[in-house]
Nanobody
Framework: QVQLVESGGGFVQPGGSLRLTCAAT????????MGWLRQAPGKERELVAR???????NYADSVKGRFTISRDNAKNTVYLQMNSLKPEDTAVYYC?????????WGQGTQVTVSS
């Protein structure tokens, strides 16, 4: 059973940067997209960014120009580089691999932006 393992969350001051990593424990032979979602306390889970197998990307308006999603297919890994972080970016971040045979979810990693 392939699992997703996330790392890179933590505490950072406003304006700082973090890089999230999500690695699959096995090969992901086919996927529609890899992505990152987040959920802040009291709010619904929202899509932050995704990268399709074609390499095209989508971003939430709130993170455009600040966040960058990338991948390494050989390592079955997706990254989220987060720059110019704001307090409103505080949330639990989840990675997701959407595949034709089903979706994989990471366990979530906490990102806290505060002074």
């Amino acid at each position: 059973q392939v699992q997703l393992v996330e790392s890179g969350g933590g505490f950072v001051q406003p304006g700082g940067s973090l890089r999230l990593t999500c690695a699959a424990t096995g090969s992901v032979f086919s996927y529609i997209y890899m992505g990152w979602l987040r959920q802040a306390p009291g709010k619904e889970r929202e899509l932050v960014a995704r990268i399709y197998s074609s390499a095209s990307t989508n971003y939430a308006d709130s993170v455009k120009g600040r966040f960058t999603i990338s991948r390494d297919n050989a390592k079955n890994t997706v990254y989220l580089q987060m720059n110019s972080l704001k307090p409103e970016d505080t949330a639990v971040y989840y990675c997701v691999f959407v595949r034709p045979i089903g979706t994989l979810w990471g366990q979530g990693t906490q990102v806290t932006v505060s002074s």
